[in-house]
């Protein structure tokens, strides 16, 4: 105690370690602490509000529809007819639609994402990489509104070439430019984690005698696992909620087939053509927009917790 | 086998055969000459040690005994990196690098094994080489465990990742990685470096029993481990080889003075 004091002492009034002023700024300091720790609160929590905020409103919103159809109705019926006037609600066609255009988007993608990623992290020289992942980043860049246009007018005209008798709008040319659109994604995610995996871990594999592509396929893709397969939620995510491309390209006639040929309305093309007022305001018909928003919701969250439970279960320990 | 050795030559140390030996090895990352003249023997199945302090080139030196140096753009080799017995020099262009890494193993200062079960691991040598038959996996598996010392704690869970085996363990399975693949040397970069002194005693016990098949080439900045070790010693500095002697007589009676300094911690 007295020895503490002696120490202060030596310094005098103004002392190096400038103890007095230190002890009158405590207050000071913990009062601004805790305002910043308030305002830092208040950020993280508005981010969770609107989260909350948005499924809220999705339910209360889905609620008013579901006291009019029932939810069996709903998830199963093969019609959906919100504008006749004997209207139906079975939203399997848009779920349908939603499915097959997202699916075929993730043909083209994961494959396509997945192979560029390797290039680029794993065969490319630096300086070639270095050019490459601008061009690919300005693919990312492009409207969605572009793509749809490009979908319809460029890629349909190419694909009737080949299936005779392909309607003007369908599935597979939304979905295959959806997939084009949806590359940059893939291949950027899954490029990240395979640059992540250590440079120590490919020496280990070259030092056994290893090729490029052996160590590509058998050491870099199981270390970066989790992280491709991120990238692939990530990219089927975007697909599913992708608007523009399937409202344009694949039609908004809700249609119950999974042939990739037909036109088919997707749950978001739908919302599309809802909200631009084809559906009056308040009738039933409008109220569907957020039952089926509330689907599209679930979905999405099915897919990222597909995602956490791969990166949970394979997971590395760098 | 070899060649007369000159008899003011560092070969002429080593009265035993040679596993490989350098003459007037240069090495270049880019503009920044690394290593200069460098003529060092390696006696076969013997421990020869490279020490020095940070930067002087050890480790440069041991990595272009697997050609690892090629992996990366700019680098270039000067010099021969002869291979006994079949007298190849290693760093010619016209060698393919994958065969020379194929021949001569490596482990490295941190434990990187794959992310695999252990089993994979120890039997990844042999799958690069297209070695597919189970029983034969297997057995080269066993035998490298076996070999490394690890055997015994892990058999019971060679489907287990190897990142779940603790530091010491996992330099092990490198070095059962390694010896799996039936090498002629192993070159160890600072292997214990990242262990803690009971997983840095079982390497180095692993170590002196590895030489009686094998030949060894390691860098360490541990003189007391290469004094103990090793049984010829190279000290280099800035991208020279000051000093190569057998290591009793090296750390007893040092020709060189900085030799001397560096070995009784006057610099380093």
Request: glycine content about 6%.
């Amino acid at each position: 105690m007295s020895d503490a004091m002696t120490a202060a002492d030596k310094g005098g009034g103004s002392s190096s370690l400038y103890l007095d002023r230190i002890r009158t700024m405590r207050h000071v300091r913990n009062g601004k602490e805790r305002i910043i720790e308030a305002i830092l609160f208040v950020a993280a929590f508005c981010a969770v509000a609107v989260t909350v905020a948005i499924v809220a409103i999705l339910l209360y919103e889905a609620s008013t529809f579901f006291a009019h159809v029932s939810l069996v109705e709903f998830l199963t019926g093969t019609e959906w007819t919100p504008l006749f006037e004997r209207a139906s609600f079975g939203m399997l066609p848009l779920l349908v639609g939603t499915v097959v255009t997202s699916f075929i988007a993730f043909l083209v993608a994961g494959p396509l994402g997945f192979l560029i990623a390797m290039y680029l992290s794993e065969f490319a020289p630096p300086k070639l990489a270095e050019v490459l992942k601008p061009f690919l980043e300005l693919l990312a860049g492009v409207p969605t509104i572009v793509y749809g246009y490009f979908a319809l007018l460029f890629v349909t005209p190419l694909l009737q070439k080949i299936i005779p008798g392909l309607p003007g709008f369908n599935m597979l040319s939304a979905g295959l430019v959806m997939g084009l659109m949806i590359v940059p994604y893939v291949a950027s995610v899954s490029e990240d984690a395979m640059r992540a995996v250590p440079m120590a871990l490919r020496e280990g594999s070259y030092a056994m005698g290893a090729t490029r592509f052996q160590t590509a396929m058998w050491v870099v893709l199981p270390a970066s696992f989790s992280g491709v397969m991120a990238a692939f939620v990530l990219g089927v995510s975007r697909a599913v909620g992708e608007t523009m491309i399937v409202a344009i390209a694949a039609g908004q006639q809700p249609n119950f087939t999974f042939d990739p040929r037909e036109p088919a309305a997707t749950i978001t093309a739908f919302i599309v053509q809802v909200a631009m007022g084809d559906l009056p305001h308040g009738s039933i018909g409008y109220q569907s927009i957020f039952a089926v928003g509330l689907v599209l919701v679930v979905i999405t969250l099915f897919f990222n917790l597909i995602g956490q439970m791969l990166r949970r279960r394979i997971r590395e320990v760098y | 086998m070899n060649e007369p050795r000159k008899p003011e030559s560092n070969a002429a140390i080593v009265t035993e055969p040679l596993k490989a030996e350098t003459r007037k090895f240069n090495f270049y990352y880019g503009d920044n000459h690394a290593l200069k003249n460098v003529d060092l023997p390696v006696a076969e199945r013997r421990v020869t040690a490279l020490i020095g302090p940070s930067g002087c080139g050890k480790s440069t030196l041991l990595r272009s005994f697997n050609r690892m140096h090629d992996l990366y753009p700019g680098n270039r080799y000067e010099g021969e990196i002869r291979l006994y017995p079949d007298d190849v020099d290693l760093v010619s262009p016209t060698v393919d690098p994958i065969e020379i890494r194929m021949r001569i193993s490596m482990v490295f200062q941190k434990p990187n094994p794959f992310p695999k079960t252990i089993f994979e691991n120890v039997a990844y040598g042999l799958m690069v080489r297209g070695e597919k038959r189970r029983s034969v996996l297997e057995e080269k598996v066993e035998e490298a465990l076996r070999g490394a010392a690890l055997w015994d704690e892990v058999k019971d869970r060679l489907d287990d990742l190897a990142f779940n085996l603790s530091g010491g363990q996992q330099q092990r399975l490198c070095i059962a990685r390694a010896l799996a693949a039936d090498p002629e040397i192993i070159l160890f970069d600072e292997p214990t470096s990242a262990l803690d002194p009971i997983a840095t005693a079982s390497i180095e016990e692993l170590i002196a029993e590895i030489k009686e098949k094998v030949t060894i080439l390691i860098v360490t900045h541990n003189m007391q481990q290469a004094a103990r070790i090793s049984d010829y010693t190279a000290f280099m500095y800035l991208g020279e080889l000051i000093e190569f002697g057998r290591t009793d007589e090296l750390f007893v009676r040092p020709r060189k003075k900085q030799t001397e300094d560096y070995i009784t911690g006057r610099f380093g």
